[in-house]
């Protein structure tokens, strides 16, 4: 069960595998704000927020949690855009304040993360800032391009691998769907080929739905963009999962998902197919559209 602190600036997001992390806000927004296919941070003008506000908040923390929360998680979108030594100041605070606090965690942008030195990310991970999440979206560049996210896929890869040598896990995102009916197994190959290159330690498949106020939502209402239909997004992950040669844990289990999945690759690989390929041939039920979500 989440702990919150009080007087959280809404929306929240974080994680789900965060769901019972102490979640400090030390940004809010996303600095980026400018991915066609999310809406989670418009309505918000972005800050860094004031380490004495911080300080506040995890006083606070200490009396809801007793004085002990093992998981911490840093929001808001990207708060690893703090530059390090603002970073090392909110991670020693976080320390003091909950000696026993065996993982930071924080979302991340592939820009990011390349902005600082190996010294610097070293630095970040003796201070237990130990998995950082990151949207690769898609390992298609001309996908990537046009949904605006920020960072190439040569970027992003370069800031996963480099992020992972300083003993930081790294948890990469793919969003099904992404690359629309047009592009849909361009996009799972390239995709594959990325987290191939990358080798992170956790995969995460999550089915794009849009959301009102992001630009690719108005797309598909002008009839601009089509998402593939649920048989061709269970066809589509087939197609990635084929293509993943790396040892990386996959999960493919969040709610939006039609078939969920979860497994350690390789060795889990072939499971994992036989349920897609039963998916696909009707053997295995989909997940209802009314029980699938963001």
């Given at each position: 069960?989440?702990?919150?602190v009080?007087?959280?600036d809404?929306?929240?997001?974080?994680?789900?595998?965060?769901?019972?992390?102490?979640?400090?806000?030390v940004?809010?927004?996303?600095?980026?704000?400018r991915?066609?296919?999310?809406?989670?941070?418009?309505?918000?003008?972005?800050?860094?927020?004031?380490l004495?506000?911080?300080?506040?908040?995890?006083?606070?923390?200490?009396?809801?949690?007793?004085?002990?929360?093992?998981?911490?998680?840093?929001?808001?979108?990207d708060?690893?855009?703090?530059?390090?030594?603002?970073?090392?100041?909110?991670?020693?605070?976080?320390?003091?304040?909950?000696?026993?606090?065996?993982?930071?965690?924080?979302?991340?942008?592939?820009?990011?993360?390349?902005?600082?030195?190996?010294?610097?990310?070293?630095?970040?991970?003796?201070?237990k800032?130990?998995?950082?999440?990151?949207?690769?979206?898609?390992?298609?560049?001309?996908?990537?391009?046009?949904?605006?996210?920020?960072?190439?896929?040569?970027?992003i890869?370069e800031a996963?691998?480099?992020?992972?040598?300083?003993?930081?896990?790294?948890?990469?995102?793919?969003?099904?769907?992404?690359?629309?009916?047009g592009?849909?197994?361009?996009?799972?190959?390239?995709?594959?080929?990325?987290?191939?290159?990358?080798?992170?330690?956790?995969?995460?498949?999550?089915?794009?739905?849009?959301?009102?106020?992001?630009?690719?939502?108005?797309e598909?209402?002008?009839?601009?963009?089509?998402?593939?239909?649920?048989?061709?997004?269970?066809?589509?992950?087939?197609?990635?999962?084929?293509?993943?040669?790396?040892?990386?844990?996959?999960?493919?289990?969040?709610?939006?998902?039609?078939v969920?999945?979860?497994?350690?690759?390789?060795?889990?690989?072939?499971?994992?197919?036989?349920?897609?390929?039963?998916?696909?041939?009707?053997?295995?039920?989909?997940?209802?559209?009314?029980?699938?979500?963001?």
């Open positions: 069960m989440m702990h919150p009080p007087l959280y809404e929306p929240l997001f974080r994680p789900p595998s965060e769901a019972d992390s102490l979640i400090l806000q940004t809010l927004g996303c600095s980026h704000n991915c066609s296919f999310c809406s989670m941070y418009r309505v918000k003008r972005f800050r860094a927020v004031p004495q506000e911080i300080e506040n908040d995890l006083e606070t923390a200490l009396r809801a949690w007793g004085g002990h929360a093992p998981r911490v998680f840093l929001a808001d979108g708060a690893m855009c703090l530059s390090s030594s603002k970073l090392s100041e909110i991670l020693d605070r976080v320390n003091a304040k909950l000696p026993r606090v065996q993982r930071i965690g924080i979302y991340a942008n592939a820009r990011d993360v390349l902005s600082k030195t190996d010294k610097e990310l070293g630095e970040l991970r003796r201070r800032l130990k998995i950082l999440y990151m949207g690769l979206e898609s390992g298609d560049p001309e996908t990537l391009a046009r949904v605006d996210k920020g960072a190439t896929v040569d970027e890869v996963v691998r480099r992020a992972q040598a300083a003993d930081m896990r790294v948890s990469v995102m793919v969003l099904i769907g992404l690359g629309g009916r592009r849909s197994q361009e996009h799972a190959r390239a995709s594959a080929e990325a987290i191939n290159r990358m080798e992170p330690a956790y995969t995460a498949l999550l089915t794009y739905t849009p959301t009102p106020a992001s630009p690719l939502y108005e598909m209402a002008r009839g601009a963009f089509e998402l593939p239909d649920a048989m061709q997004s269970v066809q589509e992950i087939h197609t990635l999962l084929t293509g993943l040669q790396c040892k990386t844990y996959f999960t493919c289990n969040h709610a939006s998902n039609y969920p999945l979860k497994g350690m690759l390789p060795s889990a690989k072939p499971q994992l197919l036989a349920a897609l390929q039963g998916a696909l041939q009707g053997r295995v039920k989909l997940k209802p559209e009314f029980l699938r979500g963001l």
